[in-house]
């Protein structure tokens, strides 16, 4: 992603999403070495954008949107990989994300992508008030459980 992208995507937040990032805080993340913000773009066109935090070996998606006349063509698919190879890159041992429960086309892309569903976040988005299904792909090769310590 770069500045002369975020005025656009902006708009494509604000026709995508109840809580839309605005322009300056797309901005923000540019300066974020924590941030890995990524823009699909086919000639001068903008098809849509993806973006993560990486941190300790954790990432986590915090957004994925494709303008309505280039979805289903790849473009999400082609950011999810993308953000992937980011991800391992900076030797992340998964990578999370939350989906409206509601939102069967992306779920469907997800688990087609390797992504298991890990949880559930009761009444987590608002406009209108929805679970949030939390998806994980991890990376190697053997199973992963939750421990915790408490002391």
Known sequence: MEEKHTEKLAQLERLCFSRPWSREALLEELQNPAAVFLTAVEGQEILGYAGMHCAWGECYLDNI?????????GVAKALLLALEEAARRQNG????????A??????????AMGFQEAGR?????TAPREDGLIFTKYFSEHNHKLEMNIC
Do not use: D, W
Request: zero cysteines; hydrophobic letters at 40%.
């Open 93 to 100: 041992e998964f990578l999370s994300l939350e989906v409206r």
């Open 121 to 125: 976040r009761k009444n987590f988005y």
């Open 102 to 111: 509601s939102n069967q086309g992306a779920i469907a892309l997800y688990q």
């Open 65 to 73: 949107a494709v303008f309505p006349a280039h979805r289903r063509q």
